[in-house]
């Protein structure tokens, strides 16, 4: 168990006996007079030196938001006032949202932040204050004129601070913007926050380390080529031994007609390298011509987390390794904020493609015209599309161990749609699947508690408490359904969860999407069998020559 | 001080037309003041526009409510995920013309476990929209004043809105309407401790304005009443701008000077969502951002790290994990 973190009982008596906004209680101080407080698991680590070098952002230096001194740059308001002033002269939707607020409160208790902590400053409403207070005073009349009664408070390094830990405290999940009745988005907000911090040297290492291992060596895990190779190969040995199918996926094939990248967390870590294995035992299931990439070795893009400059950088790999590989398309894993940058920037950043096809599923024929600009397919959209045409033999009783609850992951279902597609592979692939409360799935599904770059030991308190209220929302599949497997299509979900399940709701694991298929698909030559890609046993052995009955 | 503020800036507004009134300021306040309040308004209103407008939208950032448009067999959701220009009119008119996104509003109880439920809470959504269609039928009606001949939809929108006849002159629902939204929305924000914390002097001004127009306006009609037919023909004055002095009632004066206090703060208010709503990113967008490449005026050059660098530098560890090279 975690330091950063109380034991699970006894934070679920903090929450239970909270006095705040949440429980309808008036905290004792106004928001403009509460000051950030740091405290051990309420914050993640500053970004070291060599991260901010590595993508030449300002201000490197060694600094502990819990120490007094900030060591900031002497000039950091000028910096923040040209930086806001820009920002609100190229970016509509953030000029819009500082002006257009009526602060009616429906997003109030929308946050799984606020859900989870009470913290007034974590109402979607009121984090966007935080900025708009200083809009106000740095750029209106009524603000310079009135101050205080105007909405708007002095620019002081308290600000700063308090910049810090809430921007640093919101997912960019959306999830807000869903109940906005002008589809405010705190995410735009908090995006345009931390960049403005950039230009201060104020930011966390756990984005920044991982945007600039990256670039250098192509994934956010820094496996240099050989180690994300042999991270592939004992996958691929374990898969042999689980299932007698022997894989070597192609790696940077030149003339693959697809090319396939997934979050590099498939390739290492568990539970996304059992997903990994789905993707593998797929591909080989349908004779599929790809290729997987060590220099595109990155589904996710910790950019969107960062700034959209590092956000382009990061994505700008994709296409350039489709042109040199001369591959036809792009095949996308499981991944959420993957799927944000894929779906919503990567051909207003990168595009256009024309030396990418329009993706045609090779095996059935289907062209993809929803991603004909970008040339990109989620795995989901493609396997749901193998299913609906009969092109995979499935035996959803191999996964009949499990009973199956799904989460809808935050980027795909607000920056996306892609709600259906991965709940009619699931209903293909497993025989007990079980949806979780209404208000808590698609597109009011919520955060992991640990997206936009917060999954961080140190941050442990925080994640936890923003992790609660999907827990008590899988807790409530478990009693009413029996669900023991939340499956997700998302790599950080997969590990975020994995922790929070464990806090919150033990007996409940975490799976991929492509775990399940891969558990399901029947392969030619393969041999009995009876435990699944996480080897635990299966419920009743299937045999493995059933294959060869049917040749 | 949140509340007393803009309390007291109302009743100042009422007590200067009632003192202008007294001391015969006719043209000042039936003229000039109305004159400079529109002209800010207009100004204001056609600035703030210019302003949203020609700030560019880097990037298609829809907020999808509901399932895409991708796959032929999985029907998509037009109004809640749109994929054509048409699926976003219909979005977007039934964001305006019904407040959508509010009808979805649910209400987190945190439970003893803890545990923590939801339930529909459709209040915000009824209260703001009876003021919201209230306060437009309202406005539509004053067109009896503003146009001669009166156009046709007044005469229909008065015996709708009148068609109780539980007073005379004609009680119109949509007065006791707004007065009911009005209430109902300060409440929230005076009783729930959320609501309080969160509320600005910005927030109380504009209801309890809105409130003290909708109450002079009915004080004219129904207590104290004035000279309609000097009325229309002062405002004809105003508008074919050929102005002159009246002497009307002072309860007029008080109507006509909170209705210029709200045209000139408009503009500079939150009460821009008015116009704002149409110009949101995550809503006026359709979520076809991988069928059309969408423009960011301004995408900036940047150099990424290109496979040949990183193969220069990982060459030998490729070389030995006998990945394939380019520079074989």
Redesign the interface.
């Known amino acids: 168990m975690s330091k950063f973190v109380a034991k699970p009982a006894e934070l ?1 008596e903090a ?2 006996s ?1 006095a705040s ?7 004792q101080t106004n ?1 403009m007079e509460t000051p950030a407080e740091f405290k051990p698991g309420n914050y993640c680590y500053s970004a070291k030196p060599e991260a901010l070098n590595g993508l030449g952002l300002p201000h490197a230096r060694e600094w502990d938001p819990a120490e007094a001194d900030w060591k900031l740059p002497e000039d950091w308001m000028q910096r923040l006032h040209v930086g806001m002033k820009e920002r ?6 953030f ?2 949202f500082m ?8 997003c ?3 946050c799984h932040f606020f ?1 989870g902590t009470g913290d ?1 400053k974590n ?1 979607p ?2 984090r966007a ?1 935080l900025m708009r207070s200083i809009y106000r005073g740095e750029f ?3 603000g310079k004129l ?1 101050g205080q ?3 708007a408070r002095k620019f002081t390094e308290e600000v700063v601070k308090e910049w810090f830990m809430y921007y640093y405290q919101c997912t960019e999940c ?1 999830r807000c ?9 705190t995410a ?1 907000i908090t995006m345009m926050a931390r960049e403005l911090l950039h230009l201060i040297g104020v930011n966390i290492n756990w984005v920044l380390k991982p945007a600039s291992d990256c ?2 060596t ?1 994934n956010h895990l820094n496996l ?3 180690a994300f ?2 991270a592939l190969e004992s996958i691929c040995e374990d898969l042999e031994d689980i299932t007698g199918i022997a894989i070597e996926p192609p ?4 003339g693959a007609e697809v090319l396939f990248i997934t979050p590099s967390a498939d390739a290492f870590a568990v539970p996304g390298m059992y997903t990994m294995m789905g993707y593998l035992l797929l591909f080989k299931h349908i004779g599929l011509d790809y290729t997987i990439s ?2 595109a070795s990155e589904g996710g893009n910790f950019g969107l987390f960062t700034s ?2 590092v956000m ?3 994505n ?2 994709m296409y ?2 489709a042109e ?1 590989l001369g591959v036809k398309w792009i095949l996308g894993g499981e991944c959420g904020h993957m799927w944000r940058v ?4 990567m ?3 990168n ?2 493609a024309p030396f990418l096809e329009v993706p045609k599923n090779p095996i059935t024929g ?1 062209l ?7 040339k ?1 397919v989620h795995i989901a ?1 493609f396997t ?2 193998l299913i ?1 045409h009969h092109k995979l033999k499935l035996d959803p009783s191999r996964n009949d161990h499990r009973n199956v609850t799904f989460h809808d992951s935050c980027n795909t ?9 991965p709940r ?1 592979i699931l209903n293909q692939v497993v025989n007990n699947f079980h949806e979780m ?1 209404e ?2 799935i ?3 599904t919520f955060c992991c508690g640990s997206g936009s770059g917060l999954n961080t030991e140190e941050y442990m308190d925080i994640r936890m408490r923003g992790g ?2 999907r827990a ?2 899988a ?2 599949a478990k009693k009413t359904h029996g669900s023991d497997l939340l499956a997700a299509i998302c790599a950080i979900d997969r590990v975020a969860l994995t922790a929070s399940m464990n806090y919150w709701v033990p007996g409940m694991e975490v799976s991929g999407l492509h775990e399940l298929v891969g558990n399901a698909l029947i392969m030619d030559g393969e041999k009995n069998r009876d435990i699944d890609l996480r080897e635990d046993d299966l419920e009743r052995p299937t045999l493995g020559p059933m294959a060869e009955e049917e040749d | 001080m949140k509340l007393l503020a803009p309390l007291v800036a109302v009743f100042a507004l009422a007590a200067l037309a009632l003192g202008g009134a007294a001391a015969g300021q006719y043209y000042l306040l039936g003229v000039v003041i109305p004159y400079v309040a529109f002209a800010l308004f207009l100004f204001g209103f056609s600035y703030k526009i210019y302003g949203w407008a020609k700030t560019p939208v880097p990037f298609n950032i829809p907020t999808t409510c509901g399932q895409q448009k991708a796959l032929p067999w999985i029907k998509g959701n037009e109004l809640e995920a749109p994929s054509s220009t048409l699926g976003v009119l219909g979005r977007m008119a039934l964001e305006v013309l019904v407040f959508r996104s509010l009808f979805r509003n649910t209400k987190a109880n945190l439970e003893p476990g803890p545990d923590l439920s939801y339930e529909s809470d459709k209040s915000l959504w009824l209260f703001g929209l009876l003021f919201h269609w209230s306060f437009l039928l309202i406005f539509l009606r004053h067109y009896r004043f503003f146009l001669e001949p009166v156009p046709f939809f007044v005469g229909f929108l008065e015996k709708f809105d009148g068609l109780l006849q539980i007073t005379l002159p004609t009680f119109y629902l949509t007065d006791a309407l707004i007065l009911l939204g009005i209430s109902a929305l300060f409440a929230r924000r005076v009783i729930s401790p959320k609501m309080r914390y969160i509320s600005l002097a910005a927030d109380y001004f504009p209801l309890m304005l809105i409130g003290a127009i909708a109450l002079s306006g009915m004080g004219m009609r129904y207590l104290h009443k004035v000279d309609i037919a000097l009325v229309k023909t002062h405002i004809q004055g105003l508008i074919t701008f050929h102005p002159e002095a009246h002497v009307i009632g002072a309860t007029f004066y008080v109507h006509l000077l909170l209705v210029s206090a709200l045209a000139a703060y408009f503009p500079f208010s939150k009460l821009m969502h008015m116009g704002g709503v149409f110009f949101s990113p995550t809503r006026n967008l359709a979520n076809d951002s991988r069928v059309n490449r969408h423009i960011n005026p301004w995408n900036p050059q940047i150099k990424i790290r290109t496979y040949a660098d990183y193969e220069a530098d990982f060459k030998d560890k490729m070389k030995s994990a006998g990945i394939p090279l380019d520079a074989d």
């Open positions: 679920a929450i239970a909270q906004l949440l429980t309808g209680e008036t905290p928001w609100l002269g190229k970016n509509r939707a000029k819009l002006e257009i607020c009526v602060r009616c409160g429906a109030a208790d929308k859900l007034p109402m409403v009121m204050e209106t009349v009524a009135l009664l105007g909405g959306r913007s869903v109940f906005c009745p002008y589809g405010i988005d735009e670039n250098r192509g240099e080529p050989h190779v042999s790696i940077n094939k030149k060590t220099y959209s400059d382009k950088k990061l700008g790999k350039h390794e040199r894929v779906h919503q920037y051909s207003t950043m595009g256009p289907t993809f015209e929803h991603a004909k600009e970008t990109m959209e749901a599309d609906h279902s607000r920056g996306m749609g892609l709600i259906e597609e009619y409360p208000d808590t698609r597109e009011k609660f209220p008590a929302a807790r409530w």
